[in-house]
């Protein structure tokens, strides 16, 4: 598998501005956020899409939509809202093949997504 920007980020190679780690996950600001809350996690383990997540992956799942969670609870934007988003491939607008939750919080979100 191809490493990614993310993986140099997970490594400490390149720079970011990480707000949450722990064994499996790492979470840091997007650098074109999306709203005045824009952050992605991370599974430290390079998965590169969704789709080529597997059941062996289903907890270490789990563990990266609840940090994610958690995150948004301890911040003070759970009860206002927010949206977390999956892109897998090209029609979903993934553009990093790193699998990665992003954190959207901080205004009123859309649906439809564009
Ligand atoms: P996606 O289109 O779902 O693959 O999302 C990739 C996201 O990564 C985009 O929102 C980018 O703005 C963000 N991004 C790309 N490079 C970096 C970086 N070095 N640090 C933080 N965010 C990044």
Not at 20 to 41: G, I, K, S, T
Not at 66 to 94: D, F, K, P
């Amino acid at each position: 598998m191809g490493d990614t920007i993310f993986g140099k980020i997970i490594r400490r190679e390149i720079p970011a501005d990480i707000v949450y780690e722990d064994d499996d996950v790492l979470a840091f600001r997007d650098l074109n956020a999306q709203a005045p809350v824009h952050v992605l996690f991370v599974p430290k383990k390079p998965i590169a899409t969704l789709d080529s997540a597997t059941a062996a992956d289903a907890e270490l799942l789990g563990k990266l939509l609840l940090a994610a969670a958690a995150y948004a609870r301890n911040e003070g934007l759970a009860e206002q809202g927010y949206r977390t988003v999956i892109n897998c491939n090209e029609h979903g607008g993934q553009t990093v093949f790193h699998l990665h939750v992003h954190l959207l919080a901080g205004r009123q979100m859309h649906w439809p997504p564009g």
